[in-house]
């Protein structure tokens, strides 16, 4: 049986205001007229909205795009609330004063995004891989799903997409698309081709790296906290010295700073590899 969440039925005795509305609403069902709606509340299956000065019901498969389950509606359902869609009335029962509404009638065209600018985005899912997210939030979804997966390679600290889960929001940095025109997403984390460009001015140079430890005692390093940065311990690196490389390493703490020669930029991993400065051993 179809949800039907909205209160028409309760306050039929005002007959001489509901009236008039049902019988817009009926012309508007007879002549499929395109109206505008708001979302007023999600619901297990879809949303109740207010079309016409009355409450109505709008499935989120009558919606003009789709996710992978309804768990992913459900999730993010209260992004939409207050929103304001168009639409046609797919059932009306003027007995039961029963109107369901379909969002699918127009094509929405999606905006032009702007390579290296933040936009809002819902967490949609989480993988092994990353999460998947939905800048539509940032337009208050007019111009519909704008969907995409931020890969934990594209981020300045992998581990921060353990801390999301569905429904937050956050703020994603667009890279671009890719050859099959998917969005490319990150955080403040740069793409390796921009990375090459804004490091190599400084390659060879003596930098300070920031050191981070989380709770688990997995390190990471990065430049001005902001790009990722790798120091390993190879013999090409550290011919007669790794032993205390790994020493001096092991004895770093949240916060330290340590001084690294900057080398190259490992595009593949979209990391700047750095070696530990003599100094600090």
Same mark, same amino acid.
């Given at each position: 049986?179809?949800?039907?969440?909205?209160?028409? =039925?309760?306050?039929?005795?005002?007959? $001489?205001?509901?009236?008039?509305?049902?019988?817009?609403?009926?012309?508007?069902?007879?002549?499929?007229?395109?109206?505008?709606?708001?979302?007023?509340?999600?619901?297990?299956?879809?949303?109740?909205?207010?079309?016409?000065?009355?409450?109505?019901?709008?499935?989120?498969?009558?919606?003009?795009?789709?996710?992978?389950?309804?768990?992913?509606?459900?999730?993010? =359902?209260?992004?939409?609330?207050?929103?304001?869609?168009?639409?046609?009335?797919?059932?009306?029962?003027?007995?039961?004063?029963?109107?369901?509404?379909?969002?699918?009638?127009?094509?929405?065209?999606?905006?032009?995004?702007?390579?290296?600018?933040?936009?809002? %985005?819902?967490? %949609?899912? /989480?993988? $092994?891989?990353?999460?998947?997210?939905?800048?539509?939030?940032?337009?208050?979804?007019?111009?519909?799903?704008?969907?995409?997966?931020?890969?934990? &390679?594209?981020?300045?600290?992998?581990?921060?997409?353990?801390?999301?889960?569905?429904?937050?929001?956050?703020?994603?940095?667009?890279?671009?698309?890719?050859?099959?025109?998917?969005?490319?997403?990150? $955080?403040?984390?740069?793409?390796?081709?921009?990375?090459?460009?804004?490091?190599?001015? /400084?390659?060879?140079?003596?930098?300070?790296?920031?050191?981070?430890?989380?709770?688990?005692?997995?390190?990471?390093?990065?430049?001005?906290?902001?790009?990722?940065? =790798? /120091?390993?311990?190879?013999?090409?690196?550290?011919? =007669?010295?790794?032993?205390?490389?790994?020493?001096?390493?092991?004895?770093?703490?949240?916060? $330290?700073?340590?001084? %690294?020669?900057?080398?190259?930029?490992?595009?593949?991993?979209?990391?700047?590899?750095?070696?530990?400065?003599? &100094?600090?051993?």
């Amino acid at each position: 049986m179809k949800e039907n969440p909205f209160s028409n =039925s309760e306050i039929k005795k005002n007959t $001489d205001y509901l009236t008039p509305l049902f019988e817009n609403i009926e012309k508007a069902y007879v002549d499929q007229l395109v109206l505008t709606f708001r979302i007023v509340e999600p619901k297990t299956s879809g949303f109740v909205i207010k079309v016409g000065g009355l409450f109505a019901f709008l499935l989120y498969k009558d919606i003009g795009w789709k996710y992978s389950n309804l768990d992913v509606w459900r999730d993010i =359902s209260e992004t939409f609330i207050g929103v304001y869609f168009k639409g046609k009335i797919k059932v009306f029962d003027k007995e039961k004063r029963s109107i369901f509404v379909e969002a699918k009638e127009k094509a929405i065209q999606l905006p032009k995004l702007g390579k290296g600018r933040f936009y809002k %985005c819902v967490i %949609c899912n /989480i993988t $092994d891989y990353g999460a998947f997210v939905d800048l539509g939030v940032h337009f208050k979804w007019r111009y519909g799903s704008i969907f995409g997966l931020i890969h934990k &390679s594209s981020m300045y600290d992998p581990l921060d997409i353990e801390k999301w889960k569905a429904g937050d929001l956050s703020n994603v940095l667009f890279h671009g698309y890719d050859e099959k025109e998917r969005l490319i997403l990150g $955080d403040i984390y740069s793409r390796p081709t921009i990375l090459q460009e804004e490091i190599a001015p /400084i390659l060879d140079e003596i930098h300070l790296i920031n050191v981070k430890v989380d709770d688990q005692g997995r390190y990471s390093f990065s430049l001005f906290d902001k790009y990722a940065v =790798s /120091i390993p311990i190879q013999k090409a690196i550290y011919p =007669s010295t790794r032993r205390v490389i790994r020493s001096y390493l092991k004895e770093l703490k949240d916060g $330290d700073l340590i001084y %690294c020669k900057l080398l190259k930029v490992n595009m593949k991993k979209n990391k700047i590899i750095a070696r530990l400065h003599v &100094s600090e051993i």
